[in-house]
């Protein structure tokens, strides 16, 4: 039986010729897979624009309990992109951030805090000004981490402190491994962790400390999540920042 439903397309894979497999996390259901079915002709072709990476989505959805593909009709763009399908920095980031989600929600359940923080959350990226979203993904990521349980609680940061990614806390003393967030980064992390979007500018990072926390993050979520993998997107991202 259909229903109504609501999403976020986090990425679809071609199946066939008539078929993809489309990745969204559900308002009701969390991550859900659905066949969907591409159109070739007529009015019906703009559907597969939907196919877009993070596009806000309004369907009815058949939830099969006894099977992991499920069916969707009547598919329609709920909250469309202004800027960035248009701006190539955006769009850069909007496909790490397509690559992220693919794997940090890939288990996740019905979870409407979630839901409502990346609606959101990529709301406020498309409306950004120039200037404005430099450190966005690094926030998303820490605040998705947070989110689905597995952040660093900010309560216990006291200056100085580093974030020891293993245990997922912060800390006075560095661990004897090396898989750590030393004091500086760390500092603006929770700044970033602990502020809005339109706030970030209070905590200023370097283009090398950009990098060093995006990375740290990749690894961060490889720690907890089985079977994370090495982000394919920051190298394309470091490429179009320069």
């Known amino acids: 039986m259909f229903q109504q439903e609501r999403g976020i ?4 894979v ?3 010729d008539r078929t993809s497999i489309a990745r969204i996390f559900t308002q009701t259901h969390g991550m ?33 309990p006894v099977q992991d593909l499920h069916h969707l009709k009547e598919a329609k763009n709920s909250i469309p992109y202004r800027d960035i399908p248009f701006n190539p920095e955006k769009s850069a980031i909007a496909l790490l951030l397509s690559e992220f989600l693919t794997h940090a929600l890939q288990d996740e359940q019905h979870n409407p805090s979630l839901f ?8 406020w990226f498309d409306d950004a000004a120039p200037g404005t979203y430099a450190n966005f993904h690094i926030a998303f990521m820490a605040g998705t981490a947070r989110h689905i349980g597995i952040g660093p609680n900010t309560d216990e940061y006291t200056p100085g402190c580093i974030l020891d990614m293993r245990e997922g806390c ?13 004091a500086q980064p760390a500092y603006k992390l929770q700044m970033l962790m602990n502020s809005s979007y339109d706030h970030m500018k209070d905590a200023p990072l370097t ?21 994370f993998p090495i982000l394919k997107s920051i190298e394309v991202l ?4 320069g």
């Open 9 to 12: 397309l986090i990425g679809s």
């Open 14 to 16: 071609r199946h066939n």
């Open 32 to 64: 859900a897979s659905f066949v969907w079915f591409i159109s070739k002709s007529g009015k019906n072709a703009a559907r597969n624009t939907l196919l877009q990476p993070l596009t806000h989505l309004d369907f009815q959805a058949d939830y099969n």
């Open 116 to 123: 409502r923080f990346l609606t959101e959350s990529l709301q």
């Open 170 to 182: 912060f800390s006075p003393l560095a661990p004897q491994h090396s898989e750590y967030i030393p």
């Open 207 to 227: 283009g090398q400390e950009r990098v060093m926390l995006l990375n740290a993050l990749n690894t961060y979520f490889r720690l907890h999540i089985p079977a």
């Open 238 to 241: 470091e490429t179009v920042f």
